[in-house]
């Protein structure tokens, strides 16, 4: 390689991270959920039978058999479901065999409020709890709703 062009590569690879270690939007960044909002986001569950359940999230829809076994699901990752009673089910998410979070559904006694409460395990190892709240907005009974994250 001649020496202007190397001298060009190089002088363009020290801008380029230089101009990154300015970028203001590099860094570690904390969601402040009392200053947002989340709308349009909805999960559908409609009840197949046999305890199977169809799950949709956006244009993401996926079956999954609520016996307790890793069922496999989009993007290399598995589901595992069991009821924990009439009112809770309990999830786990994997890839590769790793989890990536651990959470309890819980229906309420009025069937118009699901809460999930969990754990989310980071590629560093370490975890973070997380609780979401959703309303049922559309028909179904039980499990087999629409549910939208309230706003």
Not at 25 to 37: H, I, P, R
Not at 75 to 96: C, H, L, Q, Y
Request: glycine fraction near 12%; include cysteine.
């Amino acid at each position: 390689m001649k020496p202007f062009y190397f001298s060009l590569a190089l002088a363009c690879v020290l801008t380029g991270t230089l101009w990154a270690a300015d970028d203001p939007f590099c860094g570690k960044w904390k969601l402040n959920m009392e200053k947002s909002t989340f709308t349009g986001e909805q999960i559908k569950i409609q009840d197949l039978g046999g305890n199977k359940y169809k799950w949709t999230v956006g244009n993401v829809t996926d079956t999954i058999t609520y016996d307790g076994t890793d069922q496999p699901v989009h993007f290399g990752r598995t589901i595992s479901m069991a009821p924990e009673g009439a009112n809770n089910w309990k999830m786990v998410i994997k890839k590769d065999g790793r989890v990536l979070s651990s959470m309890t559904h819980t229906i309420s006694d009025d069937g118009k409020t699901q809460t999930i409460k969990g754990t989310e395990t980071k590629p560093d190892g370490t975890t973070s709890d997380f609780d979401a709240v959703w309303k049922k907005n559309g028909g179904g009974s039980g499990w087999g709703a629409r549910g939208k994250r309230p706003t």
